[in-house]
């Protein structure tokens, strides 16, 4: 059974698949085999490594008209300054103050805060939630999307959680975003669920 509430119906679908694969690529993955660059099933590339920016937002960051984004849980700042370099404004914020170093030479603007209590006036066309998980972030994000807005989901699912025994990451899609495309891959050795969520208006 799906372990999400408020999931339209062809996310429930796609989890029905991840059940199915979950037996499958943990077998595959014990046996240390999953190869790299195989694409066999839809379901079981293996899209990038850790260090690299995804498909996912490659695609958001190239195509969505350049604008605000907005980096919750920045970490080293991939994707910030990924963004940072395609023309787009970017705020990246996390509770590590270390980490502004690695921006000092991007045009990225560093906020060192806990998101939980983050606040910011300002809307944004693009956010960022990459591996950054707390219950109520996707509260965040709605606040501080514009309506019509696009926010980047990676997390590490159900999936991989079933195969490598950590808890699960309950992902609950708030009413306001509404899922435009969730799709599966590894990275080198994490299973991930990444979800388009676009901010309703009204
Ligand atoms: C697993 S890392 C992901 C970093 C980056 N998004 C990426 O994809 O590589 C999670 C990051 O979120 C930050 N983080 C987690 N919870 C946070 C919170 N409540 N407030 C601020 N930062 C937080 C951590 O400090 C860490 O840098």
Redesign the pocket.
């Known amino acids: 059974m799906p372990d999400c509430a408020f999931l339209p119906a062809r996310y429930e679908v796609v989890e029905c698949s991840t059940v199915r694969l979950a037996a499958e690529l943990s077998r595959v993955f014990r046996r240390g085999t999953v190869p790299l660059n195989s694409s066999p099933g839809r379901n079981d590339r293996v899209e990038c490594r850790a260090y690299e920016v995804s498909h996912q937002l490659k695609t958001l960051g190239l195509t969505l008209p350049v604008g605000k984004a907005i980096?919750f849980?920045?970490?080293s700042g991939?994707?910030a300054r990924w963004l940072a370099k395609n023309g787009w404004h970017v705020v990246a914020?996390?509770?590590?103050a270390e980490?502004e170093r690695y921006f000092q030479l991007q045009s990225v603007e560093f906020i060192c805060?806990?998101?939980?209590t983050f606040t910011d006036s300002r809307t944004f066309d693009l956010a960022i939630v990459?591996?950054?998980w707390?219950e109520g972030i996707l509260e965040k994000v709605c606040q501080t999307l514009r309506h019509g807005g696009v926010c980047s989901l990676l997390v590490h699912s159900d999936l991989h959680f079933r195969c490598f025994g950590s808890p699960k990451i309950k992902v609950e899609i708030p009413k306001k975003l509404t899922v435009e495309q969730m799709t599966e891959f590894w990275t080198m050795d994490r299973h991930v669920s990444a979800f388009v969520l676009r901010r309703n208006s009204g």
């Not at 914020?93 to 590590?96: E, G, L, N």
């Not at 805060?113 to 939980?116: A, E, M, T, V, Y």
């Open positions: 980096d849980g920045c970490g991939r994707d914020i996390d509770r590590h980490l805060d806990d998101l939980s990459h591996f950054t707390f």
